[in-house]
T-cell receptor, first 114, second 114 residues
Framework: GNSVTQMEGPVTLSEEAFLTINCTYTATGYPSLFWYVQYPGEGLQLLLKATKADDKGSNKGFEATYRKETTSFHLEKGSVQVSDSAVYFCALSDRAGGYNKLIFGAGTRLAVHP | DGGITQSPKYLFRKEGQNVTLSCEQNLNHDAMYWYRQDPGQGLRLIYYSQIVNDFQKGDIAEGYSVSREKKESFPLTVTSAQKNPTAFYLC?????????????FGPGTRLLVL
């Protein structure tokens, strides 16, 4: 079945460092891909998405490119801030059952220090 | 403000008790979803509903029940048959179709067993 694999955390960075969180997927067909962010004690917020190969999603300085050849959707940010500390989830849409189910990775915790 | 609300934020369940989690949205979205999140894991789908008066089981529906009598509301009941109910429960609703469908999440309800 379809699945998502994220790099294990925690990822610990200093402020203004470059961020990469790896995400690879296994899927039949052409799923849409998403990054969601979860701050402590809160629900998930959509960060960005891409719906087809070579699409680049971007938001708030974060970006990710849908790479079909490597089945990847890595999240990047050029300069992180303390406020970016959160758990980041990669997800794909699975429409095999006739409805849109999101399949999530396990999440990657990011901690940014001043 | 448009959005998804979940209540209560925290809920305590005694052994053998059924409890109901509320989810309301004023986004005019047709589809709604319930997910369960366990510590250090991604989300898993419990139930979903694409239209009023219709809902389907997700991957982990055992011990849960739902109703969809109104477009805006999709309550989840955790029954006494659910032997391990302690988790963070997230409701979502979606807009768009096919590859354009995007799910948006509420703030979540944390369920604890006394």
């Amino acid at each position: 079945g379809n699945s998502v694999t994220q790099m294990e955390g925690p990822v610990t960075l200093s402020e203004e460092a470059f961020l990469t969180i790896n995400c690879t997927y296994t899927a039949t067909g052409y799923p849409s891909l998403f990054w969601y962010v979860q701050y402590p004690g809160e629900g998930l917020q959509l960060l960005l998405k891409a719906t087809k190969a070579d699409d680049k999603g971007s938001n708030k300085g974060f970006e990710a490119t849908y790479r079909k050849e490597t089945t990847s959707f890595h999240l990047e940010k050029g300069s992180v801030q303390v406020s970016d500390s959160a758990v980041y989830f990669c997800a794909l849409s699975d429409r095999a059952g006739g409805y849109n189910k999101l399949i999530f990775g396990a999440g990657t915790r990011l901690a940014v220090h001043p | 403000d448009g959005g998804i609300t979940q209540s209560p934020k925290y809920l305590f369940r005694k052994e053998g008790q059924n409890v109901t989690l509320s989810c309301e949205q004023n986004l005019n979205h047709d589809a709604m979803y319930w997910y369960r999140q366990d510590p250090g894991q991604g989300l898993r789908l419990i139930y979903y509903s694409q239209i009023v008066n219709d809902f389907q089981k997700g991957d982990i529906a055992e011990g849960y029940s739902v109703s969809r009598e109104k477009k805006e509301s999709f309550p989840l009941t955790v029954t006494s048959a659910q032997k391990n109910p302690t988790a963070f429960y997230l409701c979502a609703s979606s807009i768009g179709v096919g590859t354009q469908e995007t799910q948006y999440f509420g703030p979540g309800t944390r369920l604890l067993v006394l």
